[in-house]
T-cell receptor, first 112, second 115 residues
Framework: AQSVTQLDSHVSVSEGTPVLLRCNYS??????LFWYVQHPNKGLQLLLK??????LVKGINGFEAEFKKSETSFHLTKPSAHMSDAAEYFC??????????FGAGTILRVKS | KAGVTQTPRYLIKTRGQQVTLSCSPI?????VSWYQQTPGQGLQFLFE???????NKGNFPGRFSGRQFSNSRSEMNVSTLELGDSALYLC??????????????FGPGTRLTVL
């Protein structure tokens, strides 16, 4: 069965420093992977998606993720954190059709 | 272009009652999916509707049901409410179904509290 594991439930960084949110996946074939962000009291927004066209995927707001098949990882990074990045981030794998399987989430805290 | 809208935004019910939540997808989108978000279980897939037909179903009891209308609007119903049904219910719409790379657009959710 396809699943994702987010390795950190909370990550705290200082504004202007790099962000790394870790995600490992389990899949019997080439997966479809996504990162979504959820700000407090708001819906989920797609940050980026892996479509197998390129292993390095660029998303919105300066985020990017690299698909590494050998490590079964899809970590999310950003070179420099901004206060507005504080939110909960979900690594997601897509099953048949539009069924999404979400990781447990990582809450990102950005300190000033 | 208007986003996904969900009504009501907040709802308080008591155990044993039933509730109906509504979702209006983005214009032109034909697929609507529902998810339940709780602190303990996280985000879980409930079901997906496409062209008025249920395409996919998650692992939830039969008390959870849904339907889709010809204009793609969808409703989900929960009967005989239990305390554990308290959650944020999210609706997502996308253009089509059956592809791995459909971007889904989420609504703000309906916060259901069961007392």
């Amino acid at each position: 069965a396809q699943s994702v594991t987010q390795l950190d439930s909370h990550v705290s960084v200082s504004e202007g420093t790099p962000v790394l949110l870790r995600c490992n996946y389990s899949s019997s074939y080439s997966p479809s992977l996504f990162w979504y962000v959820q700000h407090p009291n708001k819906g989920l927004q797609l940050l980026l998606k892996y479509t197998s066209a390129a292993t390095l995927v660029k998303g919105i707001n300066g985020f990017e993720a690299e698909f590494k098949k050998s490590e079964t990882s899809f970590h999310l990074t950003k070179p420099s954190a901004h206060m507005s990045d504080a939110a909960e981030y979900f690594c997601v794998v897509s099953l048949y059709g539009n069924k999404l399987v979400f990781g447990a989430g990582t809450i990102l805290r950005v300190k000033s | 272009k208007a986003g996904v809208t969900q009504t009501p935004r907040y709802l308080i019910k008591t155990r044993g009652q039933q509730v109906t939540l509504s979702c209006s997808p983005i214009s032109g989108h034909r697929s609507v999916s529902w998810y339940q978000q709780t602190p303990g279980q996280g985000l879980q897939f409930l079901f997906e509707y496409f062209s008025e037909t249920q395409r996919n179903k998650g692992n939830f009891p039969g008390r959870f049901s849904g339907r889709q209308f010809s204009n793609s609007r969808s409703e989900m119903n929960v009967s005989t409410l239990e305390l554990g049904d308290s959650a944020l219910y999210l609706c997502a719409s996308s253009l089509t179904s059956g592809s791995d790379y459909n971007e889904q657009f989420f609504g703000p959710g309906t916060r259901l509290t069961v007392l």
